[in-house]
Every structure is written in C-alpha cells, then in structure tokens.
C-alpha cells in the first residue's frame, strides 16, 4: 500500500567468473581461490584448494587472509598479506565479474514501484561503491555500504543498521537477500525478514539450526531457488 516505506536490502549481488577453454564459468569461490593463491605463491605459502576457499569467504577479505595462511603467523604479517590482497582487489574488482541474471531487472521494478534500495557488503567499501554506483548497477541503489573502519562486518547489524538510519526505514520494513550463511546471520542480528537465496553459483548451504531459528522468527521466510 505504501512502498516507499520498505527497503530492500542485498548483499553485493555480482559473479565472478573463471575463463575455462574460452568460456566463463561464474563462481565466487573460483575467483577469489586464484586471487588468494596468487598471493600465497607470491610469499612461498602453500596454495589453497577452492573447497577451502569457500569457507574462508563471508565474514571479510582480513578473515579470508588469516584462515588462508598457515596458522600462527603474527598478526602484523597478516595485516601486510591483506593490504596486498586488498590492493589487488582495488584493481581487479571487476576482473571477469557480471550482475547476477535478472538482479538489474529486479532492482529497477522495486525503485519503480517506489522501494528504496541499498547494499551492504564485507568487501572493500571503495569497491562495493564503485561495481554498485558505477560499472554494473549505476541507477540501481540509493546506498552502498562496504568494509570500512569502526564499522563491524556483517554478520554484525552495523552496515544493515547504518543503511536503515539513512534511509529511515524500519528493520521490520527491510527484506535483506543474500547467499550465504554469514548473510543468515547479518538478518537475524539486524531483525530484517531473511530473503534466501540458493543458487548455482554460490551454493552455500544454510545450517538446520540458523533455518529453524530464522523460520521461528520469521514465518514469511523466503527461500528462493533457481
């Protein structure tokens, strides 16, 4: 009835591809295996299997450098290995990457029908900023929000929490869609009603017990398949 009264709220909703024989297979964890390991070989660690990779992922890019390194390193060399990680990622965000299909479609019929749009993200803000403002979703969001300091990563209610006040729109108001368990948690934490996305290209599973708390939370909870 009201619609400017919503918000609906995505993780960064963008794949990153894999070239194989000339093609481009997308998947998350593909991409950031290679951006991970070209780091681990640069200072002599071993490299890391994509299966592993896939767990390292979610809770920010420092995260995905500590669980990647050999365990007990100092945590000032883990502080330089991610600067190098985030300086590679600056420059190759938009490396091999594409809109998920019919997220721009989606986008523009909720700001049509006059719902506000924002995205908060663990990735690096400058870039979160720059793909969501302006190389795939220019027009798409009114907000975007990414890793920056004194601002907690998702799955704390920080960034979500940051985009409501700027917004003014309510947390019972604001659908938050992800892919991954980390994005659960973030709607949980922040009172938003969850939008499950179980996709192809991130299959992440959702543990039984965040489901089971989600779905006593929200009776409306939405798990949407391809």
């Not at 995260?63 to 600067?83: F, K, N, Y």
Request: with cysteine; hydrophobic share 40%.
């Amino acid at each position: 009835k009201n619609p400017n009264q919503y918000i609906f709220l995505s993780t960064h909703p963008i794949m990153y591809g894999m070239a194989y024989g000339g093609e481009h297979t997308y998947t998350t964890t593909a991409w950031f295996t290679r951006e991970l390991n070209e780091i681990l070989r640069k200072h002599g660690y071993p490299e890391r299997k994509s299966c592993e990779v896939r767990r390292f992922l979610g809770s920010g890019i420092r995260e995905l450098v500590r669980l990647g390194l050999p365990q007990g390193l100092p945590d000032g060399e883990i502080d330089a290995i991610t600067e190098e990680v985030k300086a590679y990622y600056a420059l190759h965000c938009a490396d091999l990457t594409a809109p998920y299909d019919g997220v721009i479609e989606l986008i523009s019929d909720l700001r049509a029908a006059g719902v506000k749009t924002a995205v908060v993200s663990n990735k690096i803000d400058d870039a979160v900023r720059e793909l969501a403002h302006k190389t795939y979703f220019k027009g798409c969001f009114d907000l975007a929000i990414g890793e920056r300091e004194g601002l907690l990563r998702k799955p704390a209610p920080d960034m979500v929490n940051m985009a409501l006040e700027a917004r003014g729109v309510a947390a019972e108001d604001c659908a938050y869609a992800g892919d991954s368990e980390v994005d659960l948690e973030t709607a949980l934490n922040s009172r938003c009603l969850p939008l499950l996305v179980v996709s192809v290209v991130a299959a992440t599973p959702y543990p039984a017990r965040l489901l089971a708390k989600a779905q006593d939370k929200h009776p409306r909870l939405a798990i949407l398949r391809p």
